[in-house]
């Protein structure tokens, strides 16, 4: 199983981005999905998730800004990121879930993507 995530970037606060993952070796569409993020010298952090059913959930810092969706004929998984803002800087994770309802527990997901780095300058 491979989880292949993209679309990071360097922007300006208040620009947009959106990351895409897709996963192959096999589909995940009864799988929760999720987000997470790593800035630098802090902990994986949960960022979004979304259900097999596509029932959302957002940390505090991102509601209102990031949108994650998922296309199930793709095997993929999506994150829109808007009005972005330095302290959005990070690694940014997809990974697929044990189960098919969501979580922020990090500890619920098996599969995880390699990374792809989002940079806000102020």
């Known amino acids: 199983v491979q989880l292949q995530a993209s679309g990071g970037g360097s922007v300006q606060a208040g620009e947009s981005l959106r990351l895409s993952c897709a996963s192959s070796g096999r589909t995940f569409s009864n799988n929760a999905m999720g987000w997470f993020r790593q800035a630098p010298g802090k902990e994986r952090e949960f960022v979004a998730s979304i259900s097999w059913k596509s029932d959302t959930y957002y940390a505090d810092s991102v509601k209102g800004r990031f949108t994650i969706s998922r296309d199930i004929s793709k095997n993929s998984v999506y994150l829109q990121m808007n009005s972005l803002k330095p302290e959005d800087t990070a690694v940014y994770y997809c990974?697929?879930?044990?189960?098919?309802?969501?979580?922020?527990?990090?500890?619920?997901?098996?599969?995880w993507g390699q990374g792809t780095l989002v940079t806000v300058s102020s």
């Open positions: 990974a697929v879930g044990r189960s098919s309802y969501a979580s922020i527990r990090f500890s619920e997901y098996n599969y």
